[in-house]
């Protein structure tokens, strides 16, 4: 294959992407594939001979698609969405025939000029004050990793970067149990260790504690530990937790604890004024992550970081041998320096093209929508014999459960789930067993979010 075939095929694969955007409502969501299933279709070796494109993509026609789970089918209201607008699915396009490398200004500044623009446009769209500059990661787990590592050296006064970890007291890191579990990841893999990221309780909203926290901070310095830093959920991915984002930082700003703010999934939401009192405060924060990738519609991956002053983060994950200076550039960013991988690619691109092709008043109105749709189903569903609202709507996410307990509620998620029309998936609130749903899958209509409320009345019925 060369760059001929590949305008060829291009267009072939265009046309397949069309018809199959066009047909995924009569899919099932989600994948009836048993495991095994695929792999027994592929054979065990690689080929020694080249084989040929025609055969190569009928067999991805014929094995693939039955073996997917539906991201972007428009009754998707499982997890949270991963979504891929047109035009992102477009500028990634692009950006996969360009194939860059951004590591470095230098290494195509286009790049880089486009990111800082996109981080900009978009600190603006959310209503963060200016003086956050921002970043792309692979996703939210890496940013944070990115925060914590940061965390850790800002209280060892970059030692542990040179000398490891062996000689440093007891780091403690604070975060509420509604947080992401990249948090208690990040703890482990930056060498804090689980037992010592603190499970800060929770009062009757879910919020952390100010008080709490304090108190263990507190309790850790009278220990002799080293507190580090205050991870601080703005809506959690298990039923939408907000903390009190002000007090919390006003106590990390007094103990002198690095912050970080995971509004991974609510960041999208932020676009819209009327949701921001959600996460007021939010400016005292030294760095903050949302995922373009999964409310707004920037195709997976394209998870952003703002931070109030890059320095203690370059300063922890940047290094410059020889081989990576650029001569003669002093006024650049060299955007690897900011994040753990090296290599990094042409992510904003993606960015500039959703942001033009929508507009922020049509990425607006997506959001509006999907809020508005998703409390009219809780309304309705909580209208339903047997059934109960667990958590109420979290911008567009509750949770319900079937009176009857958990091992009705739990049959009930298989059947709708086997049914295939929607896709919902399960957590726990208060120790029961609860089924999510989250709507904000971008093509979605009123209709497909009410289709819930079908299928439930015909399995309950
Ligand atoms: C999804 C999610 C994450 C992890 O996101 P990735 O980009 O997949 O690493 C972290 N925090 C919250 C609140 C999330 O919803």
């Avoid at 500028?91 to 800082?116: C, D, F, H, K, R």
């Avoid at 996703?139 to 965390?151: D, G, I, P, R």
């Avoid at 947080?179 to 208690?184: K, Q």
């Avoid at 703002?306 to 983060?313: G, H, S």
Wanted: proline share 5%; aromatic share 8%.
């Amino acid at each position: 294959m060369d760059h001929d075939d590949l305008r060829d095929w291009s267009k072939r694969a265009a046309d397949w992407g069309h018809a199959y955007h066009a047909g995924l409502r009569d899919r099932p969501v989600r994948a009836r594939t048993k495991p095994g299933e695929i792999a027994a279709q592929l054979p065990g070796t690689a080929p020694e001979e080249p084989e040929d494109m025609e055969t190569v993509f009928a067999d991805f026609e014929r094995i693939v698609p039955p073996g997917l789970t539906h991201w972007q089918h428009p009754r998707f209201f499982a997890y949270f969405p991963a979504n891929a607008a047109p035009a992102s699915m477009l500028a990634e396009q692009l950006a996969n025939t360009i194939a860059a490398q951004g590591m470095l200004w230098q290494t195509s500044p286009a790049v880089t000029e486009v990111e800082q623009v996109m981080m900009a446009w978009l600190r603006d769209a959310l209503g963060l004050a200016e003086h956050f500059t921002g970043t792309i990661h692979d996703s939210a787990t890496t940013a944070t990793l990115s925060a914590v590592l940061t965390m850790r050296e800002r209280a060892l006064d970059w030692a542990g970067l040179r000398a490891g970890l062996s000689g440093a007291p007891r780091l403690r890191l604070y975060a509420s149990a509604e947080t992401h579990s990249s948090v208690d990841k990040a703890a482990r893999i930056a060498g804090i260790g689980q037992e010592n990221l603190v499970k800060v309780p929770t009062d009757s909203t879910n919020a952390m504690k100010p008080g709490a926290l304090a108190g263990a901070i507190r309790a850790d310095q009278a220990a002799g530990h080293l507190p580090i830093g205050v991870v601080l959920c703005a809506g959690g991915t298990s039923i939408g937790a907000f903390d009190g984002i002000a007090d919390c930082l006003a106590i990390a700003r007094a103990e002198g604890l690095y912050s970080h703010v995971d509004a991974a999934w609510a960041g999208s939401a932020m676009i819209c004024p009327e949701f921001r009192p959600l996460w007021a405060g939010v400016d005292g924060a030294d760095s903050i992550v949302f995922n373009p990738h999964k409310w707004l519609g920037a195709q997976f991956d394209c998870s952003v970081q703002f931070l109030a002053d890059p320095t203690p983060q370059v300063r922890t994950l940047g290094l410059r041998p020889t081989y990576l200076e650029t001569i003669g550039e002093e006024e650049i960013t060299n955007f690897n320096e900011w994040t753990v991988p090296l290599g990094r690619r042409f992510r904003a691109l993606k960015l500039w093209f959703l942001l033009r092709a929508y507009g922020l008043s049509g990425l607006r109105q997506r959001i509006r929508n999907h809020v508005a749709w998703s409390r009219e189903l809780c309304e309705v569903i909580r209208a339903m014999d047997g059934v109960e609202i667990v958590t109420e709507p979290s911008l567009s996410l509750f949770t319900f459960a079937l009176t009857e307990g958990d091992a009705a509620t739990e049959a009930l998620l298989a059947r709708i789930n086997d049914d295939g029309r929607v896709y919902l998936t399960q957590t726990r609130a208060g120790g029961r067993f609860v089924i999510r749903v989250q709507v904000g899958q971008f093509d979605c209509s009123r209709d497909d979010v009410m289709c819930v409320a079908a299928v439930l009345r015909e399995m309950l019925g």
